[in-house]
C-alpha cells in the first residue's frame, strides 16, 4: 500500500498478524472482508448459527444461496475467494466462557461486533487479562461507535459500562451501510495501531450519527473502580 | 440573584426516541448538581425516559454513557453545572 509511513515494513506487519472477528455479521462481515483486504496474515472468525433471510440486509459474506447454512462458512468461503493467500480459521460457536481464553490468546488483536453485551464484556475481559488490543464497534438505527482498547493505557469496555444495560433489546434497527461504515472505522482503527500510521484514537470513542453525518471523538475516562482493568497498572503511551 | 446556566442535550438511540427529540436546550441553577437536571428532564419528558435513565432507587443508571463537553463523565452525581455545558447522553449501543 502507497501509503505515506506504511510502505513495506507496514505490510510486513500486517501479514504477521493475527485477527480474532466475534461475528462475522453486519459489522464482523465488512471487519473481517476489510482486514483480508489490508492483507492481515490470518483472520480467526467466531460465529454461530445458520444464516437467515433477514441477515442478508447488511451480512455482506453472506450469499442468498447458503441460507440456512452455517453462517461461518459462508463467511469463510467469502473471504478465501476473495483474497486467498490469507489464512482464514472458523469457529461455528459465539464467544463464551469456554472458547474466550483460547480463541483470545491466539490472536494478536481483537475486533469484537457482537451484538450481546455478554459476549462483549467477556471478550473484555479476556483482552485486559491477556494485555490483547481490542477494537470494539457497535451501531444502532443511523448511529455507531468505535472504542481502541489497549489494557494499561486505555479504559476498558467496563469502564465505558461499568453494567450490562437492562433495557438493551436484541432486537435492532439496522442499515447495512451503517455497519459497513462502522466496521470500516473499526478497520482503520486496528491498523493505525497495528501499524503505527494514523492516529488510533486512544482513550477516544469515535462517535458517528450518520442521519446528520455528525462525529464526535468523546474522551472517555478509566474508572479507577473499574471491575476488570482495575489492577492493570497504567502504562506510558 | 441566582446566575443561571444554559445546557444543551444531546440524545442518542432509544434516548432519543423516548425523549422525541434528539437535541434540546435546558436552563439550570449555577452549581446545581448534573442528576438533578437529568432527573427534571426525564420526568417532563416522558415515565420510558425515566425508566432508561434511572434505575427504581431513582439513581442515574451506570450503563448511561454521560458526556460533558466531549469528555465522559464517570461519576456525574457529583458534577455540578458551574457554566454553560453542550451535555451528551449516550443510551449503550451493541452489534450490528
Known amino acids: 500500500m502507497d501509503i505515506p509511513g506504511f510502505g513495506q515494513e507496514g505490510q510486513e506487519k500486517l501479514r504477521n498478524t493475527t485477527a480474532l472477528v466475534s461475528r462475522t455479521g453486519g459489522l464482523g462481515g465488512p471487519i473481517a472482508l476489510q482486514l483480508a483486504a489490508a492483507g492481515i496474515g490470518k483472520l480467526v472468525l467466531a460465529h454461530g448459527g445458520n444464516l437467515q433471510p433477514s ?6 459474506l453472506m450469499r442468498h444461496g ?9 463467511a469463510r468461503e467469502t473471504l478465501q475467494a476473495f483474497n486467498p493467500h ?21 490472536a494478536d488483536i481483537v475486533f469484537d461486533a457482537a451484538p450481546r453485551f455478554n459476549e462483549r464484556f467477556l471478550l473484555n475481559r479476556q483482552c485486559v487479562r491477556q494485555r490483547k488490543s481490542l477494537i470494539d464497534a457497535a451501531m444502532f438505527s443511523m448511529e455507531g461507535q468505535v472504542v481502541t482498547i489497549v489494557p494499561g493505557l486505555t479504559p476498558c469496555l467496563a469502564c465505558l459500562y461499568p453494567e450490562e444495560p437492562p433495557h438493551w433489546n436484541r432486537r435492532f ?38 442521519a446528520g453525518m455528525n462525529l464526535r471523538k468523546i474522551a472517555i475516562q478509566r474508572r479507577i473502580d473499574c471491575a476488570v482493568c482495575q489492577s492493570v497498572p497504567s502504562a506510558a503511551p | 440573584m ?43 419528558c416522558s415515565a420510558e425516559m425515566k425508566e432508561l435513565l434511572f434505575d427504581s432507587d431513582d439513581t442515574l443508571r451506570k ?22 455545558h453542550d451535555l451528551f447522553l449516550m443510551m449503550p449501543i451493541s452489534g450490528g
Open chain 2, 2 to 44: 441566582p446566575k443561571t446556566v444554559n445546557v444543551t442535550i444531546t440524545y442518542t438511540a432509544q434516548l432519543a426516541r423516548a425523549a422525541g427529540v434528539e437535541q434540546e436546550s435546558a436552563t439550570a441553577m449555577q452549581g446545581s448538581p448534573l442528576t438533578l437536571l437529568l432527573r427534571d428532564r426525564a420526568v417532563a
Open chain 1, 66 to 74: 447458503s441460507l440456512g447454512q452455517p453462517r461461518i462458512e459462508s
Open chain 1, 173 to 210: 434497527p439496522v442499515l447495512g451501510a451503517v455497519s459497513s461504515l462502522i466496521a470500516n472505522i473499526a478497520v482503520v482503527q486496528g491498523i493505525c495501531l497495528l501499524t503505527g500510521i494514523g492516529d488510533a484514537h486512544l482513550g477516544k470513542m469515535i462517535y458517528i450519527d450518520t
Open chain 1, 86 to 106: 490469507i489464512t482464514v480459521e472458523t469457529v461455528n460457536a459465539n464467544i463464551n466462557e469456554e472458547n474466550a481464553e483460547e480463541l483470545v490468546g491466539s
Open chain 1, 55 to 60: 441477515d442478508l440486509n447488511r451480512q455482506v
Open chain 2, 63 to 84: 450503563s448511561i454513557v454521560v458526556v460533558v463537553d466531549g469528555s465522559q463523565i464517570t461519576n456525574p452525581d457529583s458534577f455540578s453545572l458551574e457554566r454553560d
